[in-house]
Nanobody, 124 residues
């Protein structure tokens, strides 16, 4: 019933940009935190960026600050991640996340619905 569908992944050269998008169906997340995680080969899934239910509170992993920017719609139907100045270490499968619990702040653990993931590969 709840489905999150990522799109926008691909293979790019060092320094290029990509925009990932995620569309929710079966349920919207107007009052819930949304975000992006990623998992690189041989590593655990890690937090990349999140945005609160108000739409104005954001949080980023240190390695992407100033390069990645997260956006969402007010209805909680979509969340996007603009990725600029991509580096090889950004190579990973990127997963869309929508928190099952409303009104969670960025310090709270995520209990999320997950998308299936989209591959981002950065060469050179």
């Amino acid at each position: 019933q709840v489905h999150l569908a990522e799109s926008g992944g691909g293979s790019v050269q060092f320094g290029n940009s990509l925009r990932l998008s995620c569309a929710a169906s079966g349920q919207t997340f107007r009052s819930s935190r949304m975000g992006w995680f990623r998992q690189a080969p041989g590593k655990e899934r890690e937090f990349v960026a999140g945005i609160g239910w108000e739409g104005g509170k954001t949080s980023y992993q240190d390695s992407v600050k100033g390069r990645f920017f997260i956006f969402r719609d007010d209805a909680g139907k979509t969340v996007s991640l603009q990725m600029n100045n991509l580096r090889p270490e950004d190579t990973a499968v990127y997963f869309c996340a929508a928190d099952r619990m409303p009104f969670q702040d960025m310090a709270s653990p995520w209990d999320a619905y997950w998308g299936q993931g989209t591959q981002v590969t950065v060469s050179s």
